[in-house]
Structures are given as structure tokens and as C-alpha cells.
């Protein structure tokens, strides 16, 4: 593989929608549950927390994306490194006269 292609990045989306909403509903009840007076430090780390879940899956996702858009595009049948002649079998070692007999 030289190189990836790109993966499409609204399918992307669609896939996240799901863990976006269940993200955002955690962060509405981290802010909801921290007392009065107290909103930023009594949910901003948990809020930190969720949104570093969410985009470390949301990279995860696209790479994988990625990756699979490029995978499912090769063909194996098309040639390349190490093509095998099509056949299967003993396949006598060349120069043996300088390998070990063991």
C-alpha cells in the first residue's frame, strides 16, 4: 500500500452521532449535578474527561476509516510484491552448495 485513501467523512459523522448524543447528555448531567456556585469546578474535569472520550474515539474512528476504505480497494489478484506463481509445492532452495547441511 503506498498510500491511503481518504475515508468519507460524513459516513464519519453519521457514525458518531450516536456517541455524540450520549456524550453531551453526560456532560448536561455532570453540569445539572455540580452545586450552585460551584458549576465550573464541580463538573469541569468530569466534562474534560467525556469530551477527551469522545475525541479519542471520534480519531480512532476516522483512522479506522480510513484504513478500511484503503483496504477494501485492494485487490489482491492485481500483482505485486511476492506474486505467487500459482502453484504450491517443494520448491527447491537455490545455492546449496554454501548452506549448512543441518
Not at 51 to 62: C, L, P
Not at 81 to 96: D, E
Amino acid at each position: 500500500m503506498d498510500r491511503l485513501l481518504a475515508m468519507d467523512a460524513a459516513a464519519l459523522a453519521g457514525r458518531m452521532q450516536a456517541e455524540f448524543q450520549r456524550i453531551m447528555k453526560e456532560v448536561g448531567e455532570a453540569v445539572n449535578a455540580a452545586p450552585t456556585g460551584n458549576v465550573i469546578s464541580g463538573s469541569e474535569m468530569q466534562v474534560r474527561d467525556l469530551m477527551d472520550e469522545f475525541r479519542r474515539k471520534a480519531f480512532e474512528m476516522a483512522v479506522q476509516m480510513r484504513i478500511d476504505s484503503t483496504e477494501s480497494s485492494f485487490s489482491p489478484s492485481s500483482g505485486g510484491v511476492g506474486q505467487a506463481s500459482g502453484q504450491q509445492g517443494f520448491v527447491p532452495a537455490k545455492h546449496t552448495e554454501r548452506q549448512r547441511t543441518d
